[in-house]
């Protein structure tokens, strides 16, 4: 059974600081890596996918990829009231990224 | 910017009943997708659609579910004989290449059984 385990927080942070969130996987094999954001009774929304062993920026958010320690990770810079949402890893199942597994989610709170 | 459409918002459904649930893609979109959040749980995979027919599916997605595509802009999931348990967010999802760009979700439709 291939899980993705996510802490489910609730992570608190003041406004202006960095989130960082974690996320790891089971499926060695896994290629494929996204994180999407979900505010509370809405749909998740795509924030970002990674593929490769590294870091990649886009904006106030860095995802972080390492498959050796199957370990994912998104920062949040400058952390807003408006990021305070829970953030969903996925992994995808197959390497066509037909199929995703999400974790539970971590929830973020930023206070003002 | 494009959107994932899906209709009824929320829909209420006696035990044993049979519901369908709609989803217009996102035009350009080749990939379709279910997904299901029970409240407080994790999203869940039912189904992928891809070139008319189903190209993957979850233990979840048993005999009482299945999906359709009647034309060319709506995408459907039919549940047969609704229970209880089948109470949950529905998302429909589509995608222009799944491996590259992840895809995006439509706004759900909430289903209650009861």
């Known amino acids: 059974q291939k899980e993705v385990e996510q802490n489910s927080g609730p992570l608190s942070v003041p406004e202006g600081a960095i989130a960082s969130l974690n996320c790891t996987y089971s499926?060695?094999?896994?290629?494929?890596f996204f994180w999407y954001r979900q505010y509370s009774g809405k749909s998740p929304e795509l924030i970002m996918f990674?593929?490769?062993?590294g870091d990649k920026e886009d904006g106030r958010f860095t995802a972080q990829l390492n498959k050796a320690s199957q370990y994912v990770s998104l920062l949040i810079r400058d952390s807003q009231p408006s990021d305070s949402a829970t953030y969903l890893c996925?992994?995808?199942?197959?390497?066509?990224?037909?199929?995703?597994?999400f974790g539970k989610g971590t929830t973020l709170s930023v206070s003002s | 910017e494009p959107e994932v459409t899906q209709t009824p918002s929320h829909q209420v459904t006696q035990m044993g009943q049979e519901v369908i649930l709609r989803c217009v893609p996102i035009?350009?979109?080749?990939?379709f997708y279910w997904y299901r959040q029970i409240l407080g749980q994790k999203v869940e995979f039912l189904v992928s659609?891809?070139?008319?027919?189903?190209?993957?599916k979850s233990e979840i997605f048993d005999d009482q579910f299945s999906v359709e595509r009647p034309d060319g802009s709506n995408f459907t999931l039919k549940i047969r004989s609704t229970k209880l348990e089948d109470s949950a967010m529905y998302f429909c999802?589509?995608?222009?290449?799944?491996?590259?760009?992840?895809?995006?979700f439509g706004s759900g439709t909430r289903l209650t059984v009861v």
């Open positions: 999802a589509s995608s222009e290449a799944p491996e590259n760009y992840g895809y995006t």
């Open positions: 499926d060695r094999g896994s290629q494929s």
């Open positions: 990674i593929y490769s062993n």
């Open positions: 996925a992994v995808a199942s197959n390497q066509a990224g037909t199929a995703l597994i």
């Open positions: 035009s350009n979109h080749l990939y």
């Open positions: 659609f891809y070139n008319n027919e189903i190209s993957e």
